[in-house]
Structure formats: C-alpha cells, structure tokens
C-alpha cells in the first residue's frame, strides 16, 4: 500500500465517528512514498485446493505483507483457513509493495495468463493517489483492469481505498468515489477499507503508523474471509 501514515486514515474515520481532533501526517509520507517498490516474498505464491475457484489478489503492500514474513500476512493466513475448513478457493498472492494501479494495468495480462483465476480481487489506487494522479487516470487503470478480467471470464471483486483527508476534501471525496462508481457501473462487490478500525488501535500499527502488525493480520482475515467468500459464491 501507499506508505503514509494509516493514523490520518485513523482520524479520518475517527471524526467521523466521534469528532476527535485529526492526527499530523508524519514525516514518512513523502520520504516513504517510492520506497520498498520490490516485489513482496510472496508474490506469486498460492496455496492450492482441490477446488473450482482461484482468486487472483493484486495489490499493494497491506496484501503483500509488508514488515513481516509471507506466513505472517492477511492473504496467507485466510488462505491457510479456507484450506483447512476445505473451502473449494485457491489464492494466489501477486500483491508487490508500492503497487499503483500503473503497475497492476501493466502486470495483469501476464499473471492471468499464468494463473487463469475465477476471480479478481483488485487493491490498488492508494498509492497514484499519495503520488496526486488525475482520480480520472486512477479511474481509468481500474476500467481497464476490470475490462480486462472481464474480457478472460474472471469475475472481479474490487477493494475501496482511503487517503489522508489532507489531501482536501474535494480530491479525498473524488477519489473514494472511484471505487463506489465502478461497482455500480460494472456490478461488482466492492469491499469496505480493512483498515477503517485497525488503524484506530495505534497497537496494531507497525512503528511506521503505515502498514498494520502481524496481530492485525487475522484481525484482516477476520474482516475480509466472509466478504470475499461472499462475492466469490455470489
């Protein structure tokens, strides 16, 4: 994922909710921001089932598990759950930390070739948006992923986004809005940020106030396993 620090999504979240005072945006936001753009120990790794369904993540670092080691992250351990309660559902992980929607695009034709998954689970967009992309470029990457999934007979799950509200209310509302329109213009499940409440427990953050704990990781499973099984057997 984007690398600023999620205690500005926190207080975003917060204020709605109770009108606390908004946090600083840290000094990482602009020194971390192209950093770490490698791709995550386990990109491309799956954990196979005998089953009808494969999910394709492609994202960021908050699914590539970053500051800890793959075992350790969100998509491993959901996957690691559905093997052992035999859910008919292989994952395979291509999520690269400092991924944009740029890089998603340019990697998607390979890695459905390679894969040739049901699903599509896109968590792409923080990143373009730290980096002050046009939202009609972000909007645009996302069309054409979702047209491409489309265009092979693989069903799309999409992730909504969060930044800063520093950014101004005008460009954070345009740029959330991307990810609500698309799931109505296409008809695809869009899952609610999985960070909206972890990011509230300063606990469960990493020393960066950027990417959450290995404690927050089945906190994220917890979240997203019923959603994705959801959009996936509907």
């Known amino acids: 994922m984007a690398h600023f620090s999620y205690k ?11 009108g606390l005072l908004g946090i600083r945006l840290g000094l ?6 192209f950093a770490n753009f490698a791709v995550s120990d386990q990109s491309g790794s799956a954990q196979k089932v005998a089953g009808e369904h494969k999910l394709l993540i492609l994202g960021d670092s908050l699914s590539a598990a970053y500051g800890l080691s793959a075992h350790q992250g969100w998509v ?8 052992q309660s035999n859910t008919p559902i292989e994952v395979i992980n ?23 998954p049901t699903h599509l ?7 373009n948006a730290l980096q002050g992309h046009n939202p009609r470029k972000i909007k645009q990457n ?51 940020f999985f960070l909206q409440d972890i990011a ?19 906190l994220i499973v917890d979240f997203m396993a019923p959603k994705l ?4 057997n509907s």
């Open 121 to 127: 689970y896109i968590e792409l967009g923080g990143n």
């Open 94 to 116: 291509a999520a690269i930390s400092g991924d944009t929607t740029d890089g998603g695009l340019a990697r998607l034709p390979r890695l459905l070739a390679l894969h040739q």
């Open 200 to 218: 509230l427990d300063a606990s469960l953050m990493q020393r960066d106030g950027i990417h959450p704990t290995k404690e927050a990781q089945s």
């Open 229 to 232: 099984l959801m959009a996936i």
């Open 76 to 83: 491993y351990l959901l996957a690691q759950q559905w093997q």
């Open 28 to 33: 990482l936001l602009i020194s971390l921001l």
């Open 142 to 192: 996302l069309i054409n992923m979702i047209e491409l999934a489309k265009d092979n007979n693989v069903e799309v799950i999409i992730q909504e986004m969060q930044i800063p509200t520093n950014y101004g209310a005008r460009y954070t509302k345009a740029f959330t809005a991307i990810f609500h329109d698309l799931a109505k213009q296409f008809d695809i499940p869009l899952i609610p």
């Open 8 to 18: 500005l999504v926190a207080s975003y979240t917060a204020r709605k909710k109770s």
